[in-house]
Each structure stands twice: as C-alpha cells, then as structure tokens.
T-cell receptor, first 114, second 112 residues
C-alpha cells in the first residue's frame, strides 16, 4: 500500500524551539507539499517542492522553511516556534503529470506550541 | 486561480444519493476539477477528477456541466462512513500548476 508517513502524530514543543516535521513517501512522487489546517480556516498551503532541492512558497510561508535533499523526504522547519503555529500539519505528495494531480496525504502531525 | 463555491453543509439519509454541488464559473479551458474528502482526524483523500466529460469510479461520479461552470459530485448510496468534509478544487498555482488550493468545503452529514 502506498504511503506518506509523517514522523509524529502528536508533538508538543516550547516557544522559541526549532522544530522539524518530517515527511517520507514511498511512491517515487516528484511533488511534495506541506499544509496546515486550523478550525474555520481549512487547509492552507505553506510550501511545496516539485523536485529535489526545489521549493516554492505557498500562501502562508512566514515563520517556516523547508528542506528537500532526497526525493522521498520533505521536511518542514519552524525556525522559532510560536503559539500561533499550534496546528495540524499535513504532508502530501503527487506525481507531476499534467492533469493528474491525485494527492496522497499523510495522517497529519498535531503540533502544540506552549 | 479559478475559485470554487460550495455550500457549507448538507445532510443526506443513509442509502440515498448524495449530490454535492460546486460552482467554478471562472474555470479556464485547461483546468481540471478535483474532489477530495476529509474524514475527521485524517488527511484528505482523493475521490475523482475530470476535465470535460462525466467521470465515474468505484467511489463516486462527477458530472460537469457543458459550459464547465459547475459540477456535481454524486455518492450513489451514501453510508454513515461518507460523513466528511468534501472539497471541490480547480487547478492550483505555482510551477506548472502543481499545488492544489483547498477551500473550506462542504460538510456532509449522513444519518440513519
């Protein structure tokens, strides 16, 4: 069964900490994405990557950075965690073919910043 | 990017067809319509997508109007497990349109 695996289901971090959220996919997908989901706001795109070492900003990149050193792994980095970054974080991946953008999502990481 | 408009919520009786509408009046000729759903506490799940023609798979049917300004997702025999938030999305943005932008979706409640 194809999978997108997020390293942690629940995470609690302190304000000011540097936080790494890891995502690994086993489908040889070119594209990978990070979203966050908050009540009433839906899913919002943070960053995405269409190739190794390539990245593009989404709607809300402030306070975040990403790393894609290998095709299967896409990391989201909170440089200095703040309480307003408490959220559910969802990773997704897909093939790049035009018109065929079926995304596979991970189960999510619920991050609490205290 | 083309925007979509969906009702905030809908109800459906178990065993009946659930018809979820979506308006996308600014869709352009090369943009696809995608449907995803998200069951509580899980990541979104791909359902179906289409360009012009109606599409059907094991999960649902997608009916796109001839002018492509609206579409309907049909779950032919809704079950309690179909209770979820359903997202209608057109294209995305970024390099070669690779990123899907999710709206707030329709919360479908299926009851017995």
């Amino acid at each position: 069964d194809v999978k997108v695996t997020q390293s942690s289901r629940y995470l609690v971090k302190r304000t000011g900490e540097k936080v790494f959220l890891e995502c690994v996919q086993d489908m040889d997908h070119e594209n990978m994405f990070w979203y966050r989901q908050d009540p009433g706001l839906g899913l919002r795109l943070i960053y995405f990557s269409y190739d190794v070492k390539m990245k593009e900003k989404g709607d809300i990149p402030e306070g975040y950075s990403v790393s894609r050193e290998k095709k299967e792994r896409f990391s989201l980095i909170l440089e200095s965690a703040s309480t307003n970054q408490t959220s559910m974080y969802l990773c997704a991946s897909s093939f790049k073919q035009t018109g065929n953008y079926g995304y596979t999502f991970g189960s999510g990481t619920r991050l609490t910043v205290v | 990017d083309a925007k979509t408009t969906q009702p905030t919520s809908m109800d459906c009786a178990e065993g009946r067809a659930a018809n979820l509408p979506c308006n996308h009046s600014t869709i352009s000729g090369n943009e696809y319509v995608y449907w995803y759903r998200q069951i509580h506490s899980q990541g979104p799940q791909y359902i179906i997508h289409g360009l012009k023609n109606n599409e059907t798979n094991e999960m649902a049917s997608l009916i796109i109007t001839e002018d492509r300004k609206s579409s309907t997702l049909i779950l032919p025999h809704a079950t309690l497990r179909d209770t979820a938030v359903y997202y209608c999305i057109v294209r995305g943005r970024g390099q070669a349109g690779t990123a899907l932008i999710f709206g707030k979706g329709t919360t479908l409640s299926v009851s017995s």
